[in-house]
């Protein structure tokens, strides 16, 4: 269940089938509050990434942290965004950037499945901060070779993306490209569209009609 400390803004997803509040409830903001997130919820973020299903328990993923009670790191990792993103995440009081080891520690064989796990444990993490009242916003938009001379993010790891958390904010404060994006229906592919059964891109009987 979400918690009652809600976001100002909420866009829960007009799903077709019955599925988890969490899930439904889950949004990526563009628009938040500067209340800070106490240091507690995000640590409880922190370790639903930790409890992520990994390829032989590898747990590849590692999570650069960054908070604006630390200014200077908070800036550091805003600027490996790219600027559009810095309009709107510079408002959250959390921004992290995720890290995928590309190699299995028992073998030192190139793990393919790295950046799949990383993700499973991102999106624990977007489930564990919305069942908080906190939101979660991941982006592709930054810097990769930035980050990795800015973090001295060695060969052997890959950063994968950034990340805004906080509360929800008020999407009127946001320039109005932005709020109309903030403020715009959530939409999603039908199930006919990406559910095969038998051949590839052959529509499962499962979701036919």
């Not at 019955?18 to 903001?29: G, K, M």
């Amino acid at each position: 269940m979400p918690s009652r400390e809600t976001p100002l803004m909420a866009k829960i997803a007009p799903a077709q089938h019955p599925i988890h509040e969490l899930i439904a409830h889950r949004f990526s903001p563009l628009a938040f509050s500067d209340k800070p997130v106490e240091p507690a919820k995000l640590l409880s973020v922190l370790e639903a990434g930790r409890w992520a299903a990994s390829c032989f328990n590898e747990q590849p993923w590692s999570f650069i942290v960054a908070t604006k009670d630390h200014p200077a790191e908070y800036q550091q990792m805003l600027e490996c965004l790219i600027e559009k993103n810095r309009e709107w995440a510079g408002k959250a009081p959390v921004l992290m950037i995720s890290v995928a080891k590309l190699n299995f520690d028992h073998s030192g064989k190139p793990n393919r499945h790295a950046l799949h796990d990383v993700g499973q444990a991102v999106a624990n993490m977007s489930l564990q901060a919305t069942s908080m009242g906190l939101l979660l916003h991941q982006m592709a938009g930054f810097d990769v070779e930035k980050t990795r001379r800015t973090y001295e993010i060695p060969a052997t790891h890959e950063p994968v993306a950034a990340m805004a958390l906080g509360y929800g904010g008020d999407p009127n404060s946001l320039s109005e490209q932005l709020k109309q994006r903030a403020l715009s229906p959530r939409s999603r592919k039908t199930l006919g569209d990406f559910v095969f059964s038998g051949q590839w891109n052959k529509r499962s009987e499962l979701v036919a009609g």
